[in-house]
């Protein structure tokens, strides 16, 4: 009698027990993943200090940046394997890692709402809407540091805060035809797989870029200015009117997350926020901009 195949993981390519919540994962490299489960910045979801959000003196066009995990050199090499070198392989991976950023999102956002409806019951806030881009609150602690954190308690599919559509940040003609597909645009579609969350592409690259890993902070924030447009495809705007009439009347502003890959210095991110947001106004709709990405470097 034949013993039963050992699996052999995607990442360390050892036969071992896979985790159970990343696939093709085995639990010892799920161990070593550096989720970003308490991020020393409230704004832009850094695990450690951040100057470039404390310097600054311009207000942001996002309420906050979530990210699944720090940047590490085993992250990179993640991304690596299915950004430049095809292993769609890793797909699903980075897609639940984005997952648990999200459900950890909404769990801090969730906890927010409670605290401002506590406080406009107790008569020391106005009454109206309650939105949460006022301020932060510090997010759930993590059950654990060694494994893939554990959903807070009341972060279900019920919770009261949830996302109403994802943006993915869209790429160039030139860098679609050289990776065949768009990164940011395959990890939203797990999550709003997962999530039940409509996803609409927005946005347009209005011209392309060179790889943004080799520039300054100066010529990434040049660079991304002028870098983005409102889709000009004629269904759109019918299609974002019917995706938020599909959610029923709101009290409260539209929660838009903008996703992408990786956040560095913000400016992808801001300059994707700044036309939504305007895009948003334009159609009557108050709207708040999140961002969430997989990794923070």
């Given amino acids: 009698m034949l013993a039963p195949s050992v699996p052999i993981c995607l990442s360390c390519g050892k036969r071992a027990r896979l985790s159970s919540q990343l696939p093709a994962i085995c639990t010892a490299c799920a161990a070593a993943i550096p989720w970003i489960t308490r991020p020393r910045c409230r704004k832009c979801g850094r695990a450690t200090g951040c100057p470039d959000c404390s310097r600054s003196g311009e207000p942001s066009p996002i309420v906050c940046n979530r990210s699944a995990v720090a940047y590490s050199t085993e992250m990179r090499e993640w991304l690596g394997r299915y950004k430049y070198r095809g292993n769609e392989r890793y797909a699903p991976v980075l897609g639940a890692m984005l997952d648990t950023a999200y459900v950890m999102l909404m769990a801090e956002m969730e906890q927010l709402l409670q605290e401002q409806l506590l406080q406009v019951n107790a008569g020391s806030a106005p009454e109206g809407c309650i939105t949460t881009a006022h301020r932060l609150a510090p997010p759930p602690r993590s059950t654990s540091a ?8 009341g972060s279900t599919a019920a919770s009261r805060w949830q996302a109403d559509l994802l943006v993915p940040v ?4 030139a860098r679609l035809d050289e990776r065949g597909f ?11 797989r997962r999530r039940g969350i409509p996803q609409l592409p927005l946005l347009v690259r209005t011209h392309h870029t060179a790889k943004q890993s080799f520039k300054s902070r100066a010529e990434r924030l040049a660079d991304m200015k002028f870098a983005f447009a409102a889709n000009p495809d004629p269904a759109m705007r019918p299609m974002l009117r019917v995706a ?21 210095t913000g400016s992808t991110i801001r300059a994707c926020a700044q036309v939504v947001s305007r895009l948003a106004a334009e159609m009557g709709y108050d709207a708040e901009i999140y961002s969430l990405t997989w990794a923070r470097s």
Avoid: H, M
Wanted: hydrophobic share 35%; glycine share 2%; no cysteine.
């Fill in 146 to 153: 060694d494994r893939t954190p554990t959903p807070p308690s």
């Fill in 170 to 173: 869209p790429v160039s003609n």
């Fill in 182 to 192: 768009n990164q940011a645009e395959r990890l939203a579609d797990v999550l709003s």
């Fill in 244 to 264: 938020v009439n599909a959610i029923g009347p709101l009290e409260r502003p539209l929660r838009i997350i903008i996703v992408d890959d990786i956040y560095t």
